[in-house]
């Protein structure tokens, strides 16, 4: 069954064709709250926040964009509103300097990999919220520049800013991994 006629119903109070909703999309909105937030479980709980609101609002969704769509615009928007909420949890002094590159075996590798991707996962939590639920969503989630736009509420020139602006920032910080 196609999303549309599952909304349709979902919208007339069949808690089943929702189900079937929450089955196809929770696992993608998971991990981009988990994505926006850093945390699992303040992930789990702007997800399920979204969802109950999804439920509550279907009757108003009029399908100007997919279900999908209109559910990662709910769920960033959820995330935003959790990180606006919470002090900075690291300092930027206490994260460490990336250590020199290693030509050893396979062990000095893969310990080098997990620190890129620290490095990485730091960089992102370093940045605008707005930029980085834009890179989220483009990088980790392949929206369209026009569903980004219409999941954060904001010009597609805006989201394309935003984009420069975060991939610039990355690239940055992530310079002596190179």
């Given amino acids: 069954m196609d999303n549309g006629l599952l909304v349709a119903r979902a919208a007339e109070g069949d808690d089943d064709a929702f189900a079937v909703l929450v089955q196809r999309h929770s696992g993608p909105l998971l991990a981009l709250a988990y994505h926006m937030l850093g945390n699992l479980s303040d992930a789990e709980e702007a997800v399920q926040d979204a969802l109950i609101s999804a439920w509550r609002r279907l009757p108003e969704f009029r399908g100007d ?13 959820r995330c935003l509103n959790v990180r606006r909420g919470r002090a900075p949890s690291v300092s930027l ?65 805006t989201v394309r800013g935003r984009l420069f602006r975060a991939r610039r920032t990355l690239m940055k910080e992530m310079a002596s991994w190179r």
């Fill in 65 to 77: 964009a997919s279900f999908r769509t209109w559910m990662y615009r709910i769920v960033t928007n």
């Fill in 93 to 157: 002094d206490a994260v460490s300097e990336p250590t020199a590159h290693d030509a050893g075996g396979e062990p000095a590798r893969a310990v080098e990999s997990a620190a890129a991707a620290a490095a990485l996962t730091q960089a992102l939590r370093d940045l605008r919220p707005d930029q980085r639920a834009c890179w989220v969503l483009r990088e980790l989630h392949g929206l369209s520049y026009e569903e980004i736009a219409h999941v954060v509420g904001e010009s597609e020139q």
